[in-house]
Each structure stands twice: as structure tokens, then as C-alpha cells.
């Protein structure tokens, strides 16, 4: 199995993300992380294979996410990152990509896009 752990503040977005997921059967959801420190909480005593997350988040960023990711003393395989957010100016989306963020997504124009290539990834590696 695929796993990934959702770092979302929006209960609407996580919802119809999981739905818009939900027939993907290579794919575990395991976790969803409302705050930085909740996601960073699960990512020290879990692997996950993808991490999706908003830029934006009830507390902290999914910046501060990645960065955790990034530590050379992670202690598991770097997931790969996909960022859904509203955020999707060239500022945010060059910031991602410098720090190695795999996938960017606008979550108004690319949404259909983003979950696309989630079920694709799961697909590819099972």
C-alpha cells in the first residue's frame, strides 16, 4: 500500500479529497494533520510514502513540514511532498521547488490535477 498522510485545516478540502480518493485501492490514507506539529508528530513515529499539504495551516505552515522532511536526521525514507494550495503564485511555487517539493498545485485551477497524480504515484509503486 501506497501511504500518505493529508496535513489539511480545511475538514471541506480533506473531505472531498479523501472522496475524490477513495477508489484508489493501491492508496492508504493513514493520517491527516490539522497543524505543522501534529503533521511533524506523525512524520518522527510514521513512514509515509507522500505527503499532501496546504501552504496554510491552523498552526504553522507546510513549509516548516518540508523543512522537517528535508533534516538530514529524518528518520525515514523522504515521502514525497504535494502542495495543494491557494497559494499559487510564482513567490510560494519557487520557494516549494527550491526547497524540493516534487509536485505544486493550485488548489482553484488544479485541483483535478493534484489528485491525478496522487493515484498515479500510488499506482506506480505498488
Given amino acids: ?13 480533506r473531505d472531498v479529497i479523501v472522496e475524490m480518493l477513495q477508489d484508489c485501492q493501491q492508496l492508504d490514507i493513514q493520517d ?17 510514502d507522500m505527503v499532501v499539504l496546504d501552504i ?21 525514507k523522504t515521502p514525497d511532498i504535494v502542495m495543494l494550495t ?6 510560494y511555487r519557487n ?11 493550485d488548489k482553484s485551477l488544479q485541483f483535478d490535477e493534484c489528485i491525478d497524480v496522487i493515484q498515479q504515484r500510488a499506482n506506480q509503486i505498488n
Avoid at 491527516?32 to 509515509?48: F, G, M, P, Q, R
Fill in 1 to 13: 500500500m501506497y501511504r500518505l498522510l493529508l496535513v489539511e485545516d480545511s475538514a471541506l478540502i
Fill in 95 to 105: 520557494l516549494a521547488q527550491n526547497m524540493g517539493v516534487e509536485y505544486f498545485f
Fill in 32 to 48: 491527516v494533520a490539522t497543524t505543522s506539529d501534529e503533521a511533524i508528530s506523525l512524520l518522527n513515529t510514521h513512514e509515509y
Fill in 56 to 76: 496554510e495551516l491552523a498552526k504553522g505552515t507546510g513549509f516548516d513540514v518540508v523543512r522537517h522532511t528535508r533534516q538530514q536526521n529524518y528518520p525515514h
Fill in 86 to 91: 491557494n497559494h499559487g503564485n510564482s513567490y
